[in-house]
């Protein structure tokens, strides 16, 4: 089954504004929140990650490229120490060649690219190769979270990214027009390669805004 990626991830150039709360679907007080929003500016898809506390975590810059796909071309999260005093607060962590999901991708495919951070356009300055994989695991009719929402045409992909030996990992559910219902912050094991099992966050609310 071949499917368009896009799709399945929120893009949009109103001045809406996308909230998603998730809560950990194992019953725990962990919790987290994501808000989807465009920058004009850049012609990107803001995607900011909030802490249970409302601290401010990550924000992720994303495009729709026909031809490539999702592309995240871009991270900033806080620094801290000397790196903050020169540079500033915010680590900027730009893509020259990004990190992409693809653009039309098949379920029980490996999609991959090569990603390189740009020198000269990171604060600070700095430089770097890594690969990401993503496997297109299956495409759910529905898929019912831990609070008994029931969503349909669910995407599930899991994606590594390697960089400098050392591997991030991450699992989604997508469902088509709405984003990410469910994510899953994966641990990877050193000794045999492949990811632990860790608590899946599902989305418990969403409130959209628009200005």
């Not at 790196?83 to 693809?102: E, Q």
């Not at 929402?149 to 400098?164: G, M, P, R």
């Not at 219902?181 to 000794?191: E, G, T």
């Amino acid at each position: 089954m071949t499917i368009f990626v896009p799709a399945y991830w929120p893009l949009f150039t109103t001045n809406e504004q996308r909230r998603f709360d998730y809560a950990a679907s194992d019953g725990s007080t962990l919790r987290f929140t994501s808000v989807f929003f465009y920058d004009a500016a850049s012609n990107s898809m803001l995607y900011k990650n909030y802490d249970s506390n409302g601290n401010w975590l990550n924000t992720w810059l994303y495009q729709y490229r026909p031809g490539f796909g999702i592309a995240e071309w871009q991270d900033q999260y806080p620094q801290s120490g000397v790196l903050a005093i020169l540079f500033g607060p915010v680590k900027t962590v730009t893509m020259s060649t990004p990190i992409g999901w693809g653009e039309w991708a098949t379920v029980g495919n490996i999609y991959a690219n090569s990603p390189v951070i740009d020198f000269f356009r990171s604060r600070p300055p700095q430089f770097g190769t890594g690969m990401e994989y993503v496997l297109f695991e299956e495409l759910l009719p529905t898929f019912t979270l831990s609070n008994g929402d029931t969503y349909s045409n669910v995407l599930v992909f899991y994606a590594a990214q390697v960089w400098n030996g050392k591997t991030d990992a991450l699992r989604f559910w997508m469902a088509m027009g709405i984003g990410p219902v469910a994510v899953q912050f994966m641990q990877i094991n050193r000794n045999t390669g492949f990811p632990t099992e860790t608590v899946r966050f599902d989305r418990i609310s969403r409130t959209a805004i628009v200005t």
